[in-house]
């Protein structure tokens, strides 16, 4: 008979499970972001070879989104079946394959086609790890820990453009996506070989909520159209800033791109930032957002405006910081209260959110860029900031608000779960 563990020791294991994990999932979302953010790069070259208008590049970066988008909800609800660390795993395989092929595109429909199934590959990821961090963490370490985790977004914005042009300069834009597939292949190899077993698995719905009643939570919908308003900045900065810098601006690649690094360092703290605040406020996602995002606003407006390389990459550290502050507390509240048997699906939906403002703000901007100005292009930014704001004082604010108004208020494993991690 195995020997009694002791509460320093369990703690002890429970710790490690949770740093463990925080570490692998941090990697395979630098793969990730990593392999999203080299095509923003490659752009400019992709466009001379393929000949392409900027409205044709930004339905590249669509494409991606798109498919991304089309699989947030079945992937959610594949990672609620099977597992999250199974979802998640095959996952980060095959976006790894698809990454690989990008490098052989030979023509525009070809690359469409490439990052659209890249987009469907991608797609389970995001609620299979969320899946995976809800059952391994307690709830008052959740948002700090994902928040860590996430900051891995922006690391990747700071490394990618340091490192992406050199290649592309040296090798060809083709090599970036060959070099990212290798990384993720190795990430892949490191998650099935050391991700921990859940330290409290998934306990069973005393009364099964049909998911078709969570798809049509109005409460997660609009938790959904705070993170489309987030990412209409986030990912319309990120795809528009280095062709903006090098083909209005004249900067070279080699330094447009790593001048993008600025506002990425200023995001990966206000993620982790925002994920403390979360667990401290317990939610309130309110006291973050509106401040946040009338900050990213105003900046955002003064961006569309400004002239030089200074102001612009002031206004868009202050844009950025402020926006990603609000990244975190999008998912605090919902975190917190879904039911493990319902954190896949339900975080899906917001994620689903995000990636429609991935499809729409690329391809807006390069619609704008192309027919009046690059001005006009980051002014159209502010529309995200207006919409999550607003969105998020129409959001309930806590656990108990968010269980009053959805389809979960008569979930019992969701009140067990919040009584044992007291």
Not at 190 to 195: E, G, I, N, P, Q
Not at 244 to 261: D, F, H, I, Q
Request: aromatic fraction near 10%; charged fraction near 10%; glycine fraction near 8%.
């Amino acid at each position: 008979m195995p020997a009694p563990t002791s509460p320093a020791a369990s703690a002890l294991s429970a710790d490690r499970i949770v740093r463990t994990t925080v570490v692998l999932l941090f990697s395979a979302w630098l793969v990730d972001y990593v392999d999203r953010f080299v095509i923003s790069l490659a752009l400019p070259a992709i466009g001379v070879e393929f000949d392409l208008s900027r409205g044709q590049q930004g339905l590249v970066v669509s494409a991606f989104f798109l498919a991304y988008a089309l699989c947030q909800i079945p992937g959610g609800m594949i990672a609620d079946r099977f597992g999250g660390a199974r979802v998640m795993l095959w996952a980060l395989l095959a976006w790894s394959l698809f990454t690989a092929l990008t490098g052989f595109a030979w023509s525009f429909a070809a690359l469409l086609a490439l990052r659209f199934a890249f987009g469907l590959a991608e797609g389970a990821f995001p609620s299979a790890s969320i899946k995976v961090l809800v059952e391994r963490t307690t709830l008052r370490q959740r948002m700090s820990a994902n928040g860590i985790i996430m900051s891995s977004n922006s690391i990747a914005a700071v490394l990618t453009p340091a490192l992406a042009p050199i290649m592309i300069v040296a090798f060809g834009w083709r090599s970036i996506f060959w070099s990212a597939a290798a990384v993720g292949l190795l990430v892949s190899l490191a998650v099935r070989r050391w991700l921990p077993a859940p330290s409290h698995p998934e306990r069973t719905p005393e009364q099964r909520v049909p998911v078709r009643a969570v798809l049509r939570s109005g409460v997660l919908w609009r938790f959904a159209a705070i993170m489309f308003g987030y990412n209409v900045i986030a990912w319309g900065l990120s795809t528009w800033a280095p062709t903006y810098l090098s083909e209005e601006r004249g900067l070279p690649l080699t330094t447009a791109g790593p001048l993008m690094a600025i506002p990425a360092l200023g995001a990966a703290l206000a993620t982790m930032l925002g994920g403390r605040l979360s667990d401290r406020l317990a939610g309130n996602h309110r006291l973050v957002i509106v401040p946040a995002m009338t900050v990213a606003a105003i900046a955002l407006l003064v961006l569309s405006r400004t002239s030089s390389f200074v102001g612009f990459a002031v206004c868009s550290t202050i844009a950025v910081f402020a926006a990603t502050l609000a990244y975190m507390p999008i998912y605090a509240v919902p975190m917190r209260s879904l039911p493990p048997a319902y954190v896949g699906v339900g975080s899906s939906i917001i994620g689903f959110g995000g990636q429609l403002a991935g499809i729409v703000s690329p391809a807006a901007m390069g619609v704008l860029a192309d027919h009046f100005s690059f001005q006009a292009a980051f002014g159209f930014l502010v529309v995200g900031a207006v919409i999550a704001a607003v969105m998020a004082v129409f959001t309930p604010q806590d656990t108990e608000s968010f269980l009053a108004a959805t389809a979960f208020s008569d979930d019992r494993s969701i009140e067990t779960d919040q009584a044992l991690e007291a």
